[in-house]
């Protein structure tokens, strides 16, 4: 099946400093990957979806000026935490659009995640 | 009302037992409906996906999707230990863009 990294794979950082979160498709090309947040029991918020190429679309209530996006190319997205804050510690998890061909639909394929604390 | 309703759980089976996983779904554009597991501290991973109604079967897990009534179903059969896990439900349309609704997740404990 279709593979998605992410480092890293946890962080703890201070309050205030900025984080920056890889999300790779490893084996395909994804022109879409999307970033969620999980917390603790509670099913995946999609924050933003990323488009290779373009400005990512963010969701409502997410704040595009904190959570940085940048699409570069087909296999990579990037998620960056700017002057993180406790309150920002979460699960983020990315995953890359696998397109549909003849036959196929298009799927989701997530990454492992990446667990952030912030102090 | 929800898009996509799911029972949260916890829902707990010996081991062996035939599990039945269900979420249910307002919006009748979804086209592809999914269901992923994901364990504790990990992302989810893709178990089945179907299109069309009707089951789909894949070793011990079989989704079934019944369009007319808008529910979608996950048996687990001889369900093991290693089982035990969130299960998500998931559909997605691609009118007017791709787009990806997923249920609570429901927690499966299954006990040796």
């Known amino acids: 099946g279709a593979v998605v990294s992410q480092h890293p794979s946890w962080v703890i950082c201070k309050s205030g400093t900025s984080v920056k979160i890889e999300c790779r498709s490893l084996d395909f090309q994804a022109t879409t990957m999307f970033w969620y947040r999980q917390f603790p029991k509670q099913s995946l918020m999609l924050m933003a979806t990323?488009?290779?190429?373009?400005?990512?679309?963010?969701e409502q209530g997410v704040e595009k000026d904190k959570f940085l996006i940048n699409h570069a190319s087909l296999t990579l997205s990037t998620l960056t935490v700017t002057s993180a804050h406790p309150e920002d510690s979460s699960f983020y998890i990315c995953s890359a659009l696998l397109a549909g061909g003849r036959g196929w639909q298009e799927t989701q394929y997530f990454g492992p995640g990446t667990r952030l604390l912030v102090l | 009302q929800k898009e996509v309703e799911q029972d949260p759980g916890p829902l707990s089976v010996p081991e062996g037992a035939i599990v039945s996983l269900n979420c249910t779904y307002s919006n009748s554009a979804f086209q592809y409906f999914m269901w992923y597991r994901q364990y504790s501290r990990k992302g989810p991973e893709l178990l089945m996906y179907t299109y069309s109604s009707g089951n789909k079967e894949d070793g011990r897990f079989t989704a079934q999707v019944d369009k007319s009534s808008k529910y979608i179903s996950l048996f687990i059969r001889d369900s093991q230990p290693s089982d035990s896990a969130t299960y998500l439900c998931?559909?997605?349309?691609?009118?007017?863009?791709?787009?990806?609704?997923f249920g609570a997740g429901t927690r499966l404990f299954v006990k040796a």
């Open positions: 990323s488009n290779e190429g373009s400005k990512a679309t963010y």
């Open positions: 998931a559909m997605s349309s691609n009118t007017g863009g791709f787009k990806t609704i």
